[in-house]
Nanobody
Framework: QVQLVESGGGLVQPGGSLRLSCAAS????????MGWYRQAPGNQRELVAR???????IYADSVKGRFTISRDNAKNTVYLQMNSLRPEDTAIYYC?????????WGQGTQVTVSS
């Protein structure tokens, strides 16, 4: 069955960095676009960044220039490098397919940006 396992979150001070990882199984990873999404308390889940099967990337305006999405098809893993973190980046971060996310979502990884 499909599994999406996110990791790498934590507590970081404003201006700090984190690198998130998402290991996927049960899908043909290399042919799928992948996205990182986040959901803050009281907010809807939003797309943060996406990467196509060919490696093309698009970012939400709020993270452009600070976050970098990448993928390693040999490891069935997608990454999100987050730099210059801000308190408003605090959320649970999830990965899923893009543009058509699966109904299944992993447990996500909590990112908290606070001094």
């Amino acid at each position: 069955q499909v599994q999406l396992v996110e990791s790498g979150g934590g507590l970081v001070q404003p201006g700090g960095s984190l690198r998130l990882s998402c290991a996927a199984s049960g899908i043909i990873f290399s042919i799928n676009g992948m996205g990182w999404y986040r959901q803050a308390p009281g907010n809807q889940r939003e797309l943060v960044a996406r990467i196509s099967s060919a490696g093309n990337t698009i970012y939400a305006d709020s993270v452009k220039g600070r976050f970098t999405i990448s993928r390693d098809n040999a490891k069935n893993t997608v990454y999100l490098q987050m730099n210059s973190l801000r308190p408003e980046d605090t959320a649970i971060y999830y990965c899923n397919l893009y543009p058509s996310p699966l109904a299944y979502w992993g447990q996500g990884t909590q990112v908290t940006v606070s001094s």
